[in-house]
Each structure stands twice: as structure tokens, then as C-alpha cells.
């Protein structure tokens, strides 16, 4: 079975700069998520979304990054402009439901500088 | 405030030497508590699920454990592939149904030397 896809897997930017990252969650997979990673942290929840609906983006920076999933498979995480405070790894994960295990992908690992 | 508090941060083992990680918890209401593994450059991969007091799981050398306030990740004679930082995860206040926030804890670092 094949495993959840992100893309691209660096990406170095300028601050003020826009950065887009792709998901591809595992196939059937209702519920999906972005989390950030700081270094030396653990992952904190940016936005769920269960099919193409967002169930929870309380942490989500709204004024700058913005998610969507349009078909209710793949998911795009957008950050205009990004900060020097936005460099860290963003993950995506899915499960089956909102409930259960979730499986994440490799990350995506952004520089602002 | 909904919080998860993992100890130590980095804990060196030669190899074979048993340890044990702790993760404390004070999510209310306690629905699910969630062991991870991640090595450097990759994303977490989920190990183990606990749902009540008592209950233990097994994988290879690590073994699970919950209790009303904590949970251990025993390793058992490890081996140095077992080196990874090792998350553990709570649920959020409104995890449950459709919710799937998790709470991560900032993670052990383990180094097993052979």
C-alpha cells in the first residue's frame, strides 16, 4: 500500500516570498492533515479536513498560509508571505477517520531566509 | 491548557542496555494515547495506540504501557537501528467523531550505541 506523497522535499525561499507544498494522502483515507514541525519540537496541527471540509483550522495563521483540498483527495498548504519563523518541516498525514492512527508522509522541509 | 510532557529529552544506551521513556499527560477525559517513532528526515510512523489504564502492546523490543497519568515505552535490550526520536501524542479537547487533533510532546531522542 502505497504511502502518503508530499512534495517538494526542500524548498528554500526569501522571506515575503509565497511557497506552495502538495499532499497526496493514502488511497481511501477520508481525513487529512498539515502539521508544522519546529526543530527540536513535535508536530502541531495547522488544519484537518475531513473530505474537501475543513474540520478544525484553529491553529492556522490565517492572515498568511491558507489549505485546501478541493477534490477531497489531494491537499495544497500555502504560505503568503512567509516569515523567517515559518522555516520548519511540514508534515501531512491521513486516516481513515477523524478518530484512528494517522500516517504521515516524508515532509516537506522550508528555509525562509 | 492541554499538555504533553515527555522525559528524558535525549537518553544514551549502549546496546542491550533495557530503558524506559516516560510521556505524562493532562488531557481530560482521556480517549487515546498515541506512540511514535521518527528518524531524522522522515515523518512520524505510528507504533502503538493505548485507550484505557492497564493496557499494554507489544512490537519487537518496545513495549507499551498506560496508566491514568502516564504512559512508559520500555525498550528492551535495544539495538542500535533502534536509535529515532521517539513522540508521544494526546488528544486535543475536542478530539473524538470527526476531530483528530493530536497534542505531540516534544520527543526522546534515543541513541543506542553498539
Known amino acids: 500500500e502505497a504511502g502518503v506523497a508530499q512534495s517538494p522535499r526542500y524548498k528554500i525561499i526569501e522571506k515575503r516570498q509565497s511557497v506552495a507544498f502538495w499532499c497526496n494522502p493514502i488511497?481511501?483515507?477520508?481525513?487529512l492533515y498539515w502539521y508544522q514541525q519546529i526543530l527540536g519540537q513535535g508536530p502541531k496541527l495547522l488544519i484537518q479536513f475531513q473530505n474537501n471540509g475543513v474540520v478544525d483550522d484553529s491553529q492556522l495563521p490565517k492572515d498568511r498560509f491558507s489549505a485546501e483540498r478541493l477534490k477531497g483527495v489531494d491537499s495544497t498548504l500555502k504560505i503568503q508571505p512567509a516569515k523567517l519563523e515559518d522555516s520548519a518541516v511540514y508534515l501531512c498525514?491521513?486516516?481513515?477517520?477523524?478518530?484512528?492512527?494517522?500516517?504521515f508522509g516524508p515532509g516537506t522541509r522550508l528555509t525562509v531566509l | 491548557e492541554d499538555q504533553v510532557t515527555q522525559s528524558p529529552e535525549a537518553l544514551r544506551l549502549q546496546e542491550g542496555e533495557s530503558s524506559s521513556l516516560n510521556c505524562s499527560y493532562t488531557?481530560?477525559?482521556?480517549?487515546?494515547l498515541f506512540w511514535y517513532r521518527q528518524d531524522p528526515g522522515k515523518g512520524p510512523e505510528f507504533l502503538f495506540t493505548l485507550y484505557s489504564a492497564g493496557e499494554e502492546k507489544e512490537k519487537e523490543r518496545l513495549k507499551a504501557t498506560l496508566t491514568k497519568k502516564e504512559s512508559f515505552l520500555h525498550i528492551t535490550a535495544p539495538k542500535p537501528e533502534d536509535s529515532a526520536t521517539y513522540l508521544c501524542?494526546?488528544?486535543?479537547?475536542?478530539?473524538?467523531?470527526?476531530?483528530?487533533?493530536?497534542?505531540f510532546g516534544k520527543g526522546t531522542k534515543l541513541s543506542v550505541k553498539p
Open positions: 488531557v481530560s477525559g482521556l480517549r487515546g
Open positions: 488511497s481511501g483515507h477520508a481525513t
Open positions: 498525514a491521513s486516516s481513515l477517520s477523524g478518530a484512528n492512527e494517522q500516517f
Open positions: 501524542a494526546g488528544p486535543g479537547m475536542n478530539y473524538g467523531g470527526s476531530q483528530g487533533n493530536l497534542i
